[in-house]
């Protein structure tokens, strides 16, 4: 069983910062890609950013050059550095692994955490 667990939500004035952090953990045998996603409410998800094993980085267009996706292979762990918070980043934020374990390829996700930027 795989677990995703994600921390480092909160509330934050504009233009404030915040570190998202997202730990994998259980029978993981190779991890492809990680992500952040987020959703807002009345909204879809979407993508945020996301890295690959090889750390290529991709970033939705509304948060290039203020957000920064970055992982630690060591720890199955990704990190979204998020600066110059807007209102409109308020959402709340689920991590995604797309990876194998010992027997199976599966996309999982994350229980969601909460970012709330105030005007």
């Known amino acids: 069983q795989v677990q995703l667990v994600e921390s480092g939500g909160g509330l934050v004035q504009a233009g404030g910062s915040l570190r998202l952090s997202c730990a994998a953990s259980?029978?993981?045998?190779?991890?492809?890609?990680m992500a952040w996603y987020r959703q807002a409410p009345g909204k879809q998800r979407e993508l945020v950013a996301r890295?690959?094993?090889?750390?290529?980085?991709t970033y939705a267009d509304s948060v290039k050059g203020r957000f920064t996706i970055s992982s630690d292979n060591a720890k199955n762990t990704v990190y979204l550095q998020m600066n110059s918070l807007n209102p409109e980043d308020s959402a709340v934020y689920f991590c995604?692994?797309?990876?194998?374990?010992?027997?199976?390829?599966?996309?999982?996700w994350g229980q969601g955490t909460q970012v709330t930027v105030s005007s």
């Open positions: 995604n692994a797309q990876l194998w374990t010992a027997v199976t390829w599966g996309d999982y």
């Open positions: 259980g029978s993981i045998a190779s991890i492809n890609a």
């Open positions: 890295i690959s094993s090889g750390a290529r980085t």
